[in-house]
């Protein structure tokens, strides 16, 4: 079946720092990728996606782009700030054109310390 | 506009007890979907509708959970005989389900969960 795989955290980084959360994945079709972030005390939100190969998706400074053939989609942003602490999911969805349940990581926690 | 609502925010309850949960989705998405959200399972997808139906339900973790959704809108998902395993975060989602032109399946929305904590 489907898979997502990401880094455990918590991930701890310092303001301005440069942020990279792993994402790899596994799926029987071609699927869309996702970022969901989820801010303390809030519900899960998009962040980004995409929907094939080479795709960039990007928002808020972060940035994820749709590696085929490592089977990657790793999030980055150049410079954090303290509001980005949040927990990221990385999430595929191998619906096709379709509707389809997402299948989720376990979630990456980060913290921005001032 | 409106974003995905759900009712109630936080439920306890006795083990043993049947609980019901309700999900209201954007106006006009016809795809809804209900995950569980705990800390040992991470975020686990139960079931979704296209519609009223519901194509495979093959996530539901047990014959005591059941979901059903009326009108093409509002959505109950119910646990009879809860279990202390049960207590989780209930997520619902809802969108569009389909793209026009090809571009793959439409991002969902979440709603805030409802915390069942079976005691």
């Known amino acids: 079946g489907d898979s997502v795989t990401q880094m455990e955290g918590p991930v701890t980084l310092s303001e301005e720092a440069f942020l990279t959360i792993n994402c790899t994945y596994t799926?029987?079709?071609?699927?869309?990728l996702f970022w969901y972030v989820q801010y303390p005390g809030e519900g899960l939100q998009l962040l980004l996606k995409?929907?094939?190969?080479?795709d960039k998706g990007s928002n808020k400074g972060f940035e994820a782009t749709y590696r085929k053939e490592t089977t990657s989609f790793h999030l980055e942003k150049g410079s954090v700030q303290v509001s980005d602490s949040a927990v990221y999911f990385c999430?595929?969805?191998?619906?096709?054109?379709?509707?389809?349940?997402?299948?989720f990581g376990k979630g990456t926690h980060l913290i921005i310390q001032p | 506009g409106a974003g995905v609502s759900q009712s109630p925010s936080n439920k306890v309850t006795e083990k043993g007890k049947d609980v019901e949960l309700r999900c209201d989705p954007i106006?006009?998405?016809?795809?809804l979907y209900w995950y569980r959200q705990s800390l040992g399972q991470g975020l686990e997808f139960l079931i979704y509708?296209?519609?009223?139906?519901?194509?495979?339900k093959s996530g539901l973790p047990s014959d005591r959970f059941s979901a059903e959704r009326t009108g093409g809108s509002v959505s109950t998902l119910t646990i009879q005989r809860t279990q202390q395993e049960d207590s989780a975060v209930y997520l619902c989602?809802?969108?569009?389900?389909?793209?026009?032109?090809?571009?793959?399946?439409?991002?969902?929305?979440f709603g805030p969960g409802t915390r069942l904590t079976v005691l």
């Open positions: 989602a809802s969108s569009l389900a389909l793209l026009a032109g090809g571009q793959g399946p439409d991002t969902q929305y």
């Open positions: 799926a029987t079709g071609y699927p869309s």
């Open positions: 995409a929907t094939k190969a080479d």
């Open positions: 999430a595929l969805s191998d619906a096709g054109g379709g509707a389809d349940g997402l299948t």
């Open positions: 106006s006009g998405h016809t795809a």
């Open positions: 509708f296209q519609g009223n139906s519901a194509p495979d």
